[in-house]
Nanobody, 117 residues
Framework: QVQLVESGGGLVQAGGSLRLSCAAS?????MGWFRQAPGKEREFVAA????????DYSDSVKGRFTISRDNAKNTVYLQMNSLKPEDTAVYYC?????????????WGQGTQVTVSS
């Protein structure tokens, strides 16, 4: 069982930045970020391959968010710039031992991101 621990959430004004971190208890091939806003379904935000050479973003965050990873620390990051109130959500880290999984097997507990207007 892979344990994931997120950190870095908080309250920020629109236009500001935050960086989320997620530390995994062991190596995983795929890591990603999802988010869930109140009253909405959880949605994909970004994903990254083991090498970091392959990344994927939702259209709503492309150009503003950057996903990266440090394999020596089994940690994935999400740098969020130009934040908007609609980015307010609980952000979840996800990981899987497979490459490009359809569904991730391991999830963190979530970290709240609130963007004020």
């Amino acid at each position: 069982q892979v344990q994931l621990v997120e950190s870095g959430g908080g309250l920020v004004q629109a236009g500001g930045s935050l960086r989320l971190s997620c530390a995994a208890s062991e190596r995983t091939l795929s890591m990603g970020w999802f988010r869930q806003a109140p009253g909405k379904e959880r949605e994909f935000v970004a994903a990254i391959s083991w090498s970091g050479g392959s990344t994927d973003y939702s259209d709503s965050v492309k150009g503003r968010f950057t996903i990266s990873r440090d394999n020596a620390k089994n940690t994935v990051y999400l740098q969020m710039n130009s934040l908007k109130p609609e980015d307010t959500a609980v952000y979840y880290c996800a990981a899987d031992r497979r490459e490009k999984p359809k569904n991730y097997n391991y999830w963190g507990q979530g970290t709240q991101v609130t963007v004020s207007s």
